[in-house]
Every structure is written in structure tokens, then in C-alpha cells.
């Protein structure tokens, strides 16, 4: 499984980017996960073929949606209203088995390179 994140950048406190995913396949879930440097990656959101997401805290649902697009193998981080401490590499991930829902990055076996997200206050 190939997947390739694009879309980061550098935007100020409150602004938005979408980050997007390409997959050479749709596998049952996918995630969106960052990772910080100095700290454990975490997840972020996860995401169903069937489009059920799941959020890793209430302040990250009030802001992000994550969306995909089976058709086009793609899959998609809406941010908004971004924060400094969400500055960090985004990162693509995929899987096909086990509980979707389940927000720890180990699950994953198939990553992209990560795209950087930099908020600056």
C-alpha cells in the first residue's frame, strides 16, 4: 500500500488547512496521526469505509473533520481553527483489520512520509 500526504503548511492561530491522503488502495480504515518531535505519535481521527469517523478528543471534533473518498482512494483532514500545540508531521495511515475505532498508532502497519504543520501564535 502506497500513501502520500500533501496539503501542510505554515498558517497562523485560527487559520485552516486540509491535508489530503492519496492511497494506491481503499483498505477498511484509515487514520490520520501526528507526531510531535520528542513525543509518541498520536492519533488523531480515524475513519471507516463507510465513512464513520473517530476523534481522538472533543477539542479535535470541534475543529477537524476527516473525510474520505473510497472512489478515488483518498482521504482528507479538514482543520480549522489551528492552534499552535497542533503544530507537528501529519501522518497518513492505513489498515485492513481490526476495530476502526481504535486510536493507537501500532495498529497501523502502512504509513505515508508525513506532511508538516506549523502554527505559529
Known amino acids: 500500500v502506497q500513501l502520500q500526504e500533501s496539503g501542510g503548511g505554515s498558517v497562523q492561530a485560527g487559520g485552516s488547512l486540509r491535508l489530503t491522503c492519496l492511497g494506491s488502495?481503499?483498505?477498511?480504515?484509515m487514520a490520520w496521526l501526528r507526531q510531535i518531535p520528542g513525543r509518541e505519535r498520536e492519533a488523531v481521527a480515524t475513519?471507516?469505509?463507510?465513512?464513520?469517523?473517530?476523534y481522538s478528543s472533543d477539542d479535535i471534533k470541534g475543529r477537524f473533520t476527516i473525510s474520505r473518498d473510497n472512489d478515488r482512494n483518498s482521504m482528507y483532514l479538514q482543520m480549522n481553527s489551528l492552534k499552535p500545540e497542533d503544530s507537528a508531521m501529519y501522518f497518513c495511515?492505513?489498515?485492513?483489520?481490526?476495530?476502526?475505532?481504535?486510536?493507537?498508532?501500532?495498529?497501523?502497519?502502512?504509513w505515508g512520509q508525513g506532511t508538516q504543520v506549523t502554527v505559529s501564535s
Open positions: 495511515a492505513a489498515k485492513w483489520f481490526g476495530r476502526c475505532g481504535r486510536l493507537f498508532p501500532a495498529d497501523y502497519p502502512y
Open positions: 475513519i471507516h469505509t463507510s465513512g464513520g469517523p473517530t
Open positions: 488502495h481503499a483498505p477498511h480504515c
